[in-house]
């Protein structure tokens, strides 16, 4: 059965940096598309990050533009987000799917982490 765990949430100061990721295991984890989102209570769920199965091309939403990278090394079946330049407004449960880059119940879904920005 295929399974997503993600790891890195972290507590952070305002500007610091956290390494999420997302080590796949049950499927073939290069064939498929890998999404980071987000959710803060009270706040919408958002797409944050989208990475192809192909040629690792990224796609970012514009809040975080500039200041997150999502990668992916196909060779250990793990997904990464580096976000830089950490604001209180990232605070939030970040998650990572395969399969989607929309906010839909299908392929796989990691647990979340907990990512804090201190202000």
């Known amino acids: 059965e295929g399974q997503l765990v993600e790891s890195g949430g972290a507590l952070v100061q305002t500007g610091g940096s956290l390494r999420l990721s997302c080590a796949a295991s049950?499927?073939?984890?290069?064939?498929?598309?890998i999404g980071w989102f987000r959710q803060a209570p009270g706040k919408e769920r958002e797409g944050v990050a989208c990475i192809s199965s192909s040629d690792g091309s990224t796609d970012y939403a514009d809040s975080v533009k500039g200041r997150f990278t999502a990668s992916r090394d196909n060779a250990k079946d793990t997904a990464y987000l580096q976000m830089n330049g950490l604001k209180p407004e990232d605070t939030a449960v970040y998650y990572c799917a395969a399969g989607t880059c929309t906010w839909e119940p299908v392929g796989y879904w990691g647990q979340g982490t907990q990512v804090t920005v201190s202000s």
């Open positions: 049950g499927f073939s984890f290069d064939d498929y598309v």
